[in-house]
C-alpha cells in the first residue's frame, strides 16, 4: 500500500504562485508514477501533470502547460507542482495520485490507483 499526503494549498491572488507538496510512504520503491489531479464542484477530476518516478518523463493538460511544473525528489518519496501566474480557473481541490507497475499507458490516461485527501487552491480575481 501506498500513502499519500499532500500540503501547500491556499489561497492567492490572480497571477501569484504556489509550490504544491506529495508526500509517499508505504511501499514507495513500488511507484512507478505520480501525478497531479483537480477538481472542481460539479465537474469531473481532470488530469493536471504526471511524472515518472524512474527516468522523470513527464506530460501536462494543456491548460496547464508553460506555467506548471512537476517534479520530484525520489531520495523523499515526494512530488511537487510548482504552480506559476495562476488564475481563477485553476481554483479546484488538488488531488496528488500515483500508480505501481504500468506499461504503455500515457501519462495523462494512467488509471492511478492512490489518491490523497486532496489539497484546496483558491484563485482570487
Known amino acids: 500500500q501506498v500513502q499519500l499526503v499532500e500540503s501547500g494549498g491556499g489561497l492567492v491572488q490572480t497571477g501569484g504562485s504556489l509550490r504544491l507538496s506529495c508526500a509517499a510512504s508505504?511501499?514507495?520503491?513500488?511507484?512507478?508514477?505520480m501525478g497531479w489531479s483537480r477538481q472542481t464542484p460539479g465537474k469531473e477530476r481532470e488530469f493536471v501533470a504526471g511524472?515518472?518516478?524512474?527516468?522523470?518523463?513527464?506530460q501536462y493538460a494543456d491548460s496547464v502547460k508553460g506555467r506548471f511544473t512537476i517534479s520530484r525528489d525520489n531520495a523523499k518519496s515526494t512530488m511537487y507542482l510548482q504552480m506559476n501566474s495562476l488564475n481563477p480557473e485553476d481554483t479546484a481541490v488538488y488531488y496528488c495520485?500515483?500508480?505501481?507497475?504500468?506499461?504503455?499507458?500515457?501519462?495523462?490516461?494512467?488509471?492511478?490507483?492512490?489518491w490523497g485527501q486532496g489539497t484546496q487552491v483558491t484563485v482570487s480575481s
Open positions: 495520485t500515483a500508480t505501481l507497475a504500468i506499461r504503455f499507458v500515457p501519462i495523462a490516461s494512467t488509471p492511478w490507483g492512490y
Open positions: 508505504g511501499r514507495t520503491s513500488n511507484i512507478y508514477r
Open positions: 511524472i515518472n518516478w524512474s527516468g522523470g518523463a513527464t
